[in-house]
């Protein structure tokens, strides 16, 4: 123990294995994470082992000469563990390589953005990190399959390699509006985002006028972007009448795809109709 | 022995003070307790209006009330309606601060008096003039209250469809890849500086471009010439907060004390989050008009189109100059309740210097209503 525990810290300290002169330390130089394993060290009578890893820290007294064995799921951080015997009047180290599990067992996907126009290109973007069964990141290159499928626009796959872990992709966003399903797959484990498509700018703004009592009722035709999509309720059009010296405006959420308002009746007035930074067409008010 | 002198000096001192109170007491104090200070006869047409202002100052609605000439023509409820609005909004919890009266025309037996009243709102001060016609029966002068009684929604049934947009956000406990709901995307259209006797003064309009509401901010960061921060300041209340899709707001941001020549480069920092809202209530303004100075102001009114209540409206102009560019925001909060297709009227103040450069104006309207959604 009087040489054991200096030994112990210069090994921590200098990072490196140790060997010591007078014991051999037999170790599985890589497993698997989570799987069962054993350590033989050479030599007569008692010792303590100590394993010290990612999150995980091993300590057995173990007798000299005889393999001592490890169940399965004792190392599960995939890393460098470093091992160290400590004995009387002697010590050992060495080290053992837990890798991730070859098998997949988690997806995590991110997706960006969730909600974007429509007619994008490249707009989308999916990264996928391969987990196994402990959480560990899997290094080996494996293939991903990206699927973003839209119910009218079909579905887009890329098939993509992960390096150092990590799978990502760029895609178009599809013409029609809708929430598309984006889902990262690897064998059976996948994971899926919802990518919502909207409509883009209004193309054409057309409103028609109709007398209402002493007023004017106006009101757009179905408002929609340049792909045809009809452009959602609550976007903001805004009418505005001009009249000598005086204006008159109103903003009006769209309401079931139009947007419709009553304002005074005034004798050459003109009348006209805006969204955003789109304007529409004009009306002189000759009634 | 000295701190002995000391409190019974003390007591002394403040027994003083109490009797000098008693018998000379000022007169927003007189008021406040009801004194005989604004309850005697006024000998001018002048001291009847300031009686009666001093009495709803100290918000002294029945001595007020009883002083008036003609209150056979309404009841005490209604003239302080009249004052203090009948539907919750800015003057319900607003105090007249101030006042000023002005002889406008005076005669043995009747007069007219403008009444310049300045209330003390939540979002600053808030200005409302009568002209009043003073009469004199039996030897006093007595105030005509010119009631302007409170509008009355006649019952009915306003079918809307209600727009409504909700939001659930992402919890602690969601995988850390798992998307949240992104924020809306807004825009800076246009921006410019002005520099002001008060200082530098930044202008422009954001838009939302998104298919939902956004609550929006705008930040900026004056940098120096050799790239230091000189200040940062946010527009406050000088913009339309919340903005629905493709809506158009403009801001205003203040640096006092700041010289423009001082500044090489600005930062700024649009800000949006997701809201729930509503898209109602719509809000039609009318007879918009630029008056030329003196006093140059933009006026019109706002009709509200819905058949919520809007408790407080806060108007943004935008002017702009003949090459479209802005060159001044203004706002004005209306203190007095929207209430279904009644008109409200609204004066916006444009400063004297800028009144000339105006060639067209944009105003917008952002409504808060009391105790409901939004």
Request: net charge negative; with cysteine.
């Amino acid at each position: 123990m009087k040489v054991g525990v200096p030994f112990l810290v210069a090994c921590l300290a200098s990072g490196v294995a140790c060997r010591s002169q007078d014991t051999n330390l037999h170790l599985p130089k890589r497993i698997e994470a989570g799987s069962a394993f054993s350590v033989l060290c050479e030599g007569t009578g008692k010792g303590t082992l100590y394993i010290v890893g990612p999150s995980e820290f091993i300590k057995r007294e173990i007798q000299l000469g005889e393999a001592t064995s490890f169940p399965a799921g004792a190392l599960f951080n995939a890393g460098r563990y470093s091992v160290w015997l400590d004995s009387a009047g002697s010590s050992a180290a060495g080290s053992i390589d837990v890798v991730p599990v070859s098998k997949a067992s988690d997806l995590t996907f991110i997706a960006k953005p969730s909600r974007l126009q429509v007619a994008l290109r490249d707009g989308i973007t999916g990264t996928a990190y391969v987990f196994d069964a402990y959480g560990n990141l899997i290094t080996e290159q494996m293939e991903v399959s990206f699927e973003l499928s839209n119910p009218t626009a079909g579905t887009q796959i890329r098939r993509v390699q992960t390096r150092n872990g990590v799978a990502w992709t760029q895609l178009d966003s599809t013409p029609r509006e809708g929430k598309d399903q984006f889902v990262a797959r690897i064998g059976d484990i996948f994971s899926k985002r919802v990518v919502f498509q909207v409509p883009g700018e209004p193309c054409s703004l057309k409103m028609s006028a109709t007398p209402s009592g002493g007023k004017i009722q106006l009101v757009t035709e179905p408002v929609r972007d340049c792909s045809g999509n009809v452009v959602p309720d609550g976007t903001v059009v805004t009418f505005t009448e001009l009249n000598r010296d005086t204006k008159s405006t109103v903003d009006v959420p769209l309401k079931k795809g139009v947007a419709m308002v009553e304002m005074p009746a005034n004798r050459g007035a003109t009348i006209s109709v805006a969204s955003g930074v789109v304007l529409g067409n004009q009306i002189r008010w000759e009634q | 022995m000295t701190g002995r002198l000391l409190s019974v000096s003390l007591a002394g001192a403040t027994v003083v003070l109490v009797v000098i109170g008693t018998i000379w007491p000022s007169k927003s104090a007189a008021a406040y307790a009801s004194g005989e200070q604004f309850t005697g006869s006024a000998s001018t047409p002048e001291a009847a209006v300031r009686i009666v202002g001093e009495q709803i100052r100290a918000q002294a609605w029945d001595a007020a009330y009883s002083r008036l000439a003609n209150k056979a023509e309404f009841t005490e409820d209604e003239f302080r309606s009249d004052l203090t609005s009948a539907y919750p909004d800015l003057r319900t919890y607003a105090t007249l601060s101030s006042f000023e009266v002005q002889p406008l025309h005076a005669s043995n037996t009747d007069a007219e008096v403008r009444f310049k009243m300045q209330w003390s709102t939540v979002v600053g001060p808030s200005r409302d003039t009568r002209d009043l016609h003073v009469v004199k029966s039996d030897g006093k002068w007595q105030v005509e209250w010119p009631i302007q009684k409170a509008p009355v929604v006649p019952p009915q049934v306003i079918p809307v469809n209600y727009l409504r947009w909700d939001v659930i956000n992402r919890t602690a406990g969601d995988d850390w890849g798992a998307q949240d709901v992104e924020a809306p995307h807004v825009r800076i259209v246009d921006m410019h500086p002005l520099q002001r006797a008060e200082g530098l003064v930044l202008m422009g309009e954001v838009i939302n471009e998104d298919v939902i509401p956004a609550y929006v901010s705008v930040t900026a960061t004056l940098l120096s010439k050799d790239q230091k921060p000189i200040g940062t300041e946010g527009s406050f209340d000088q913009i339309s907060h919340q903005l629905l899709p493709k809506q158009i707001t403009p801001f205003l941001i203040r640096f006092p004390n700041v010289s423009l020549s001082d500044v090489e480069s600005v930062r700024m920092t649009p800000f949006s989050t997701l809201i729930s809202a509503s898209a109602d209530p719509v809000i039609e303004i009318e007879n918009e008009r630029l008056n030329p100075a003196p006093d140059a102001s933009l006026t019109g009114q706002l009709t509200n189109q819905s058949g919520q209540i809007a408790n407080v409206a806060h108007v943004l102009g935008t002017f702009y100059d003949q090459s479209g560019q802005v060159v001044w925001v203004g706002d004005e909060y209306v203190d007095h309740a929207l209430l279904p297709q009644t008109p409200v009227s609204f004066n916006i103040h444009i400063p004297e210097d800028l009144a000339r450069k105006i060639s067209s104006e944009r105003a917008v309207v952002a409504t808060y209503s009391f105790g409901g959604a939004d």
